[in-house]
Structure formats: structure tokens, C-alpha cells
């Protein structure tokens, strides 16, 4: 019997144990594919603008090179450079593996990424986690999903996911997930069909506000000590079709394969280019460029963190805002992203909740340091090494 006595009292120490620790802050991590930094003042976002207001706001947030969903998305939730992660554009070739990625192809080979994303991190450490879309999240990231997940289908509801998060978050207690992630991407579809200053892409930037709107005071009546981060991935520029440059107008070497992403075209060498071609055709596109592009310089690919290697290519052409690479003619869109970053490429970061400060601005953040943001507020270790040291965004907790 006493036995019994002592176990009990063992239990409910260990149950005190819990309740007093640290952190009981549950995270909710939403991004806005493509919300570029001003679309709160420009397109009149009174919702976002009122939580950025009563919390903390990155005016830019600075994505990580190229400023595409993937890559973004990818070193947002890991903490880790795309060279470091592996998704380096949402569509590339690996020399080493003689195959090509397009976004979307984790869910069926995790081999393509490495790192430890904040919903496996959470999970390691006994706190659950639910991702209604996020890229690459229905992917086995070190053999593991979310507690809580869904296949991605551009087509879901988005009022059912609001639905399905604040359902999450009034699960019992063992059930409920701590981290809660979730992905929309209208505001990006129309900017990209549209261009950024279209009425269309106002109409999304209206109807994601009241979405988020909706999901924060739902969020705020469970009493929850829920945190709202709100983040997106890049912004976005506008093209003009007219100044596209089709593929067909560059020289062409057989010793060369081209992946043409938009803003920037990839090449990679074949098995048996010397690199003596490599430093000819560079210089052959070097001349053609005729001021529509630049061919990066070795020193430029280090200062965006983006050396050669089998993934990023040997050769890249980039090129600026309004142009853009078309494969023939014209391109068929009226905005995009993925150039070097400028303004129009910095995106959104919002936070608010019991453990963020009120009312502060911050000028610019990095996207690589909301890793370490969101481990700190729900009190779990980082495991592995990032490539933040969450500088920027430190000032933001309480
Ligand atoms: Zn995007």
C-alpha cells in the first residue's frame, strides 16, 4: 500500500513538474505566399494591420536567395540556407543524382532535403504539431510527419482550415498540438497572373485579411496563450511581357542543360564538360546578355550564400524586374519573383501573443531567424545546427 502511496505522489510530482515549465505557448505559423512587405498599407489590410499594431512587425522580412516559394518556405521552417536544406529554386536538377526536383516531389522521396523542420522538432521534444499545407510538409523529414497533416491541394477550402486549426487547438489537452502551421496562396496566384499593384491582388490581400482576422479572435477566445505569427516568403515585382527573353535567344551548347525558373535561368555542365567549355560559354552569354542579364560572378554566388554545386548549376543568368525568361514569345504572367533581393522581393513577418511585445517595429528581419524565434517561445531545444544565430528577431519576445 505505501508503495502505492509513494508512486502517486511520484506521479503527481511529475505532473507538477509539467505544469510549471517554462513555456506553455502554443504557436500558430501561418504564411502568405507572396504578401509582400507593404501590401498591408497598399492594398488596406485592416485586420493584419491592427494585429501587427498590437504585437511586433518586421517591416521587411529579408528572404534568402532565390526569393522563391520553395526554397523560402523551406529555410523558414528549418533554419537552414538552401544550399544547407537542399530545395535551392522550386525546380532544379541534381548532376549527382542525374534526376531533376519539382516542388512537391518530397512527399513521395524525403531524400531530397535535410534538416530538421519545427514540426519534427516539436514533435522529438513530446509537444505535438498539426500543418494544414505548408510546402513540403506531407514530406518524411528524418523519417517523420506531423501528429496532424494534410496532402496539399491548392483547391481545400480555405474556410475549412481556418475551421480545422481552431478545432486543433480545442482538442483535450494530450491531444491538442502546440504548433499549429498553415499555408495560403491565393495572394501569390494573383500576383503572379495580375501583377502586384492589380485589383485583383487587392481583392486576395482583402479576403486572406478577413480570413486572419476571423482566425485571430477565434484563436484569442480559447484562452490559450496562443501566438499568431503571420509570414510570408517573398513579395513580388511586376513584369512587362514585352521584355522577355525567350530561351531561343541565347547561345546554345550542347555540352549544357538549361532550366529556365523566370527570373533567372540555371545551367548545368553534362558528365563530360571541361571546365575550359564552362569559362567559354559563360563568356559566349556574357555577350549576348546586351544589358538583359547578368551572368553571376563567383563572388556574387558566395554573397547570396549560393555556390556551385550539383544542384545550383554552373552557370546562372539573372536577370531584373520587369524581365523575366520565357521558354518561347512572351511570358504569359504579369508579376513574379525570384531576383535578388530588392524591395519589392521583402516579405511579411507578424507576431502577436502572450509572448511577443506590443506595439514594436523592427526594420528588417531575416527569414532564417523565425526558426529560433518559434523554438524559444514554446521552450524547445534547437537540435542541430542552423544557419541563424536569431539575431534580428531577438528583440521581439518579451
Ligand atoms: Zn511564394
Not at 522521396?109 to 506531407?138: C, H, R, V
Request: hydrophobic share 35%; charged share 20%; net charge neutral.
Amino acid at each position: 500500500m505505501k508503495f502505492f502511496i509513494y508512486l502517486l505522489l511520484a506521479v503527481s510530482c511529475i505532473s507538477k513538474a509539467n505544469a510549471s515549465e517554462p513555456s506553455q505557448n502554443t504557436v500558430v505559423l501561418i504564411s502568405l505566399d507572396g504578401f509582400r512587405w507593404d501590401y498591408i498599407e497598399k492594398h488596406g489590410a485592416k485586420n493584419i494591420a491592427k494585429i501587427a499594431q498590437q504585437g511586433v512587425r518586421g517591416l521587411k522580412m529579408r528572404p534568402v536567395y532565390p526569393t522563391k516559394t520553395f526554397p523560402n518556405h523551406l529555410s523558414i521552417i528549418t533554419g537552414l540556407l538552401p544550399i544547407n536544406h537542399g530545395v535551392v529554386d522550386n525546380r532544379f536538377c541534381d548532376s549527382e543524382r542525374n534526376e531533376c526536383y519539382s516542388m512537391g516531389k518530397g512527399k513521395d522521396d524525403s531524400t531530397w532535403f535535410n534538416g530538421i523542420p519545427l514540426w519534427n522538432l516539436a514533435s522529438m521534444q513530446g509537444l505535438k504539431s498539426a500543418t494544414y499545407f505548408w510546402p513540403e510538409s506531407d514530406a518524411r523529414f528524418n523519417g517523420m510527419l506531423p501528429d496532424y497533416y494534410y496532402h496539399y491541394s491548392k483547391h481545400s477550402d480555405y474556410q475549412n482550415r481556418v475551421d480545422q486549426i481552431v478545432q486543433w487547438l480545442t482538442l483535450p489537452k494530450a491531444q491538442r498540438p502546440r504548433l499549429v502551421i498553415s499555408y495560403f496562396s491565393l495572394v501569390d496566384s494573383m500576383g503572379h497572373e495580375f501583377g502586384p499593384d492589380a485589383k485583383q491582388t487587392q481583392a486576395a490581400v482583402h479576403q486572406l485579411d478577413e480570413l486572419i482576422g476571423q482566425l485571430h479572435s477565434r484563436i484569442n477566445a480559447l484562452s490559450l496563450n496562443a501566438n499568431l505569427v503571420l509570414v510570408s516568403d517573398h513579395g513580388m515585382s511586376k513584369v512587362d511581357p514585352e521584355q522577355s527573353i525567350p530561351l531561343n535567344s541565347l547561345p546554345e551548347d550542347d555540352a549544357f542543360m538549361v532550366k529556365n525558373t523566370g527570373p533567372r535561368v540555371l545551367i548545368y555542365a553534362n558528365n563530360k564538360t571541361t571546365q575550359g567549355q564552362i569559362t567559354a560559354y559563360k563568356k559566349r552569354l556574357a555577350e549576348a546578355a546586351k544589358g538583359r542579364y547578368t551572368v553571376l560572378t563567383d563572388s556574387q554566388r558566395d554573397e547570396y550564400h549560393y555556390p556551385s554545386n550539383g544542384r545550383t548549376g554552373d552557370i546562372i543568368l539573372q536577370t531584373t524586374a520587369p524581365r523575366a525568361f520565357s521558354n518561347e514569345g512572351k511570358v504569359n504572367y504579369l508579376g513574379t519573383h525570384g531576383y535578388a533581393y530588392n524591395d519589392d522581393m521583402a516579405a511579411t513577418f507578424i507576431a502577436n501573443g502572450p509572448a511577443f511585445k506590443q506595439s514594436l517595429v523592427i526594420d528588417e528581419v531575416n527569414n532564417l531567424d523565425v526558426y529560433p524565434l518559434i523554438a524559444k517561445v514554446l521552450g524547445i531545444k534547437i537540435l542541430s545546427q542552423i544557419d541563424s544565430d536569431g539575431k534580428t528577431l531577438q528583440p521581439a519576445l518579451k
